[in-house]
């Protein structure tokens, strides 16, 4: 099995920074990708990032291209989410997601484990 533990939510004002943490742990893959989604109180979880461990170009959904960028660190097995200009709108909890066998996907149901969410709130 796979672990996943977020870190590095919080409160921040409109304009500012945030970086969350995904640490994995547990059964490694020889390929599997790993996503970054975000759930607001009373809407759907959404795709915000993806990146393929084996490299490759990352995704982003279009409401957070420019502002927010996935990377990976092998040595540490830890997917990093940095997001900059946060807009209200960021407003969300957010889930650390592994996919395996596979390359990026963008719908909830293509990935086989999550982590427990970080909250992530910027005040206006």
């Known amino acids: 099995q796979v672990q996943l533990v977020e870190s590095g939510g919080g409160l921040v004002q409109a304009g500012g920074s945030l970086r969350l943490s995904c640490a994995v742990s547990?059964?490694?893959?020889?390929?599997?990708?790993m996503g970054w989604f975000r759930q607001a109180p009373g809407k759907e979880r959404e795709f915000v990032a993806g990146l393929a461990w084996s490299g490759g170009s990352p995704y982003y959904a279009d409401s957070v291209k420019g502002r927010f960028t996935i990377s990976g660190d092998n040595v540490k097995n830890t997917v990093y989410l940095q997001m900059n200009n946060l807009k209200p709108e960021d407003t969300a909890v957010y889930f650390c997601?592994?996919?395996?066998?596979?390359?990026?996907?963008?719908?909830?149901?293509?990935?086989?484990?999550w982590g427990q969410g970080t909250q992530v709130t910027v005040s206006s």
């Open positions: 547990g059964r490694t893959f020889s390929r599997y990708a």
């Open positions: 997601a592994a996919r395996v066998n596979f390359g990026v996907d963008r719908n909830v149901a293509g990935y086989n484990y």
